[in-house]
């Protein structure tokens, strides 16, 4: 047995022996763009940064979600509106199990309630009693004991919810006769056993055919979001999508989770620094919450398919080792440093290097300590929230840094960095629950990219951080209107310049091409290469039928013109869906 799995296995299992130790443990809240926005405006409308977990750092934990609604409902300068009140009652309904034996704060009469000119009622307790009360008491029953649960059991020894989830859409794309579909099937299990081991568990069968321009970007990537893709009648794909893990507590302060699924750093619509737009892989993290610290390590084993499988025909592997430093500065400023190392060695070497095993090195030190030339990369990012309407958010990261060449105007192709820059705008202009977003990202030329598939800043064929890869320059701005507790409405536009390859040319878009073939190591610019504009427009209105049912329908018009091709591609799709207890699927690139 290799040296490295031999200390993974006794990190797991002394945590393992601490458990009778540990205090309850709560397991994460699955990502999700539309329910996270719902805790970030909770969380900007408090006017102060949470206490239980730190914003550019996801998935939370459901139990810090609820403690945040806690401090909200305890806190009466917060000005809730009707639908925030609603929101609050559906996060701690959604884990109910946090909400249970925690002191109710009666609730003045409906009619006692004082609103402004807006709307928004000056005491949150009245929003909520003119809504009902939060739902604290179980009926005596398994199935359907309680609105966001198909079973569930909930005492000393266990805690368990069990669900149903599916996802199904059907649409036409530019009036072709052929229709867009989709159907998902599958079954979502969490918990807890004694309070002290949580476990999460996802598994779904899929099918379906998409719009063109998600096939082109699986042609060239992979199908977004998942690894392995099986072609279903020429345009279509059949996958199996499946997350796992255990949680657990060995000590107050600190948080093990191990299993397989995504992660993702920053407050922003996409990360340039690690975002969930690859498939799931297999990782353990330790989170270490220190009063306005909170220190984050994560180990991973992903796929490289770039490397000619084995005599086996196992794929190869490929592994990275982060950490991420978060500080709450100030109760609204957030600050946070990351670093990671992406690397792969061969059977002879034993795998995983366990020198990147240690939580608290600089690892380029390490790095640089064995001699290796593994892919090294530092980050930074913030988050302020700028009165109790606004918040303005940002990362910066670093792939290669020589002194001479990042400030100089030669364009070298070792400045290799990428950027994000946005804002969030709550209760816009005075209408309640209109909220706004606008984002700026950017990308160098060769931005992410190494030598090989086993060094790059991928995994399975898909970008580890923005879905196009690099070498562009990306507008965002996203509108979100919560109309009445059960209906939403989602606008996002898009504009993005990026520069292409041409066949066997390297521009420094695709992420898997190595450097080395790169066009010219000077006078790179962004969006250099073949040009290209795209367009994307994406209206979508959902109605929460039930808890977790939802009903959408969707209109998105995307165009992508290459002006020194004479190219253009053009996408009009329309659908309507029908999902529970699963994500909207985003496709917006």
Do not use: C
């Not at 998409?210 to 990537?221: E, K, L, S, T």
């Not at 919450?289 to 991973?300: C, D, I, Q």
């Not at 990369?377 to 990261?397: E, P």
């Not at 070498?471 to 292409?500: A, D």
């Amino acid at each position: 047995m290799p040296q490295s799995v031999r200390k993974f296995l006794i990190i797991m299992g002394l945590g393992v022996l601490g458990l009778s130790r540990t205090s309850a443990q709560s397991t994460f809240i699955p990502l999700n763009d539309d329910y996270y926005h719902l805790i970030d405006r909770l969380e900007i409308k408090r006017g102060k940064l949470s206490e239980g977990f730190h914003s550019n750092m996801k998935p939370f934990e459901r139990k810090a979600v609820v403690q945040l609604t806690d401090s909200i409902l305890a806190d009466g300068r917060v000005r809730l509106t009707r639908v925030d009140a609603a929101t609050i009652n559906y996060l701690r309904n959604d884990s109910w199990e946090w909400t249970l034996g925690t002191p109710q704060v009666p609730t003045p009469a409906a009619d006692s309630a004082q609103l402004d000119s807006t709307g928004v009622s000056t005491d949150a307790y009245s929003s909520l009693s003119r809504l009902g009360s939060i739902e604290t008491t179980r009926r005596n029953r398994t199935f359907w004991s309680h609105p966001a649960d198909l079973y569930s059991i909930h005492n000393e020894d266990v805690d368990l919810h069990v669900n149903f989830t599916t996802n199904n859409f059907y649409g036409r794309e530019n009036d072709t006769p052929s229709a867009l579909w989709f159907t998902g099937r599958g079954v979502e299990i969490r918990g807890m056993v004694n309070q002290k081991l949580g476990f999460y568990t996802f598994v779904s069968d899929n099918q379906g055919t998409f719009a063109d321009y998600v096939r082109r970007y699986a042609w060239q990537y992979n199908f977004p979001g998942e690894g392995l893709a099986k072609t279903l009648r020429n345009t279509g794909v059949d996958f199996l999508s499946a997350r796992g893990y255990i949680t657990f507590r060995p000590l107050k302060s600190i948080n093990v989770q191990f299993g397989h699924d995504r992660n993702f750093i920053g407050s922003g619509y996409r990360s340039m620094i690690l975002s969930d737009n690859s498939s799931p892989y297999l990782f353990m993290r330790i989170e270490t919450h220190l009063g306005r610290f909170h220190y984050t390590n994560l180990w991973a084993s992903m796929i490289n398919t770039q490397d000619t499988p084995s005599r086996d025909m196992l794929r190869s592997k490929k592994y990275a080792a982060m950490h991420h430093l978060s500080i709450n500065l100030t109760d609204r400023l957030n600050v946070g440093v990351f670093e990671a190392e992406v690397f792969k060695r061969d059977s002879t070497q034993g795998g995983f290097d366990p020198n990147y095993l240690n939580p608290i090195i600089f690892y380029r030190f390490v790095e640089s300590y064995l001699g290796s030339e593994d892919n090294a990369l530092l980050g930074f990012d913030f988050r302020w929230l700028a009165g109790r309407r606004l918040s303005v958010y940002g990362q910066f990261i670093l792939d290669e840094f020589l002194t001479k060449y990042f400030f100089s105007s030669s364009g070298s192709w070792t400045k290799k960095y990428a950027g994000q820059l946005g804002i969030k705008y709550i209760d816009a202009f005075g209408i309640p629950n209109l909220d706004l977003q606008a984002e700026y990202n950017v990308a160098r030329p060769y931005q992410y990219t190494h030598r090989d598939g086993g060094r790059n800043y991928v995994h399975y064929r898909q970008p580890l951080a923005h879905p196009l890869g690099a070498n562009f320059r990306e507008w965002v701005g996203i509108l979100r209107y919560k109309m009445t507790p059960r209906l939403t409405t989602y606008y996002t536009l898009s504009w993005t310049n990026q520069g292409l390859d041409r066949y066997g040319e390297n521009w420094g878009s695709n992420l898997l091409p190595d450097y080395e073939t790169r066009m010219s190591d000077f006078g790179n610019t962004i969006a250099q290469g073949v040009t290209s504009h795209t367009l994307f427009s994406d209206v979508r209105l959902s109605y929460m039928l039930t808890h977790n049912l939802f009903i959408d329908g969707r209109y998105l018009w995307r165009r992508q013109d290459r002006p020194g091709e004479n190219i253009t591609q053009s996408t009009n799709l329309a659908t309507i869906a029908l999902r529970y207890n699963i994500p909207y699927r985003l496709q917006t690139f």
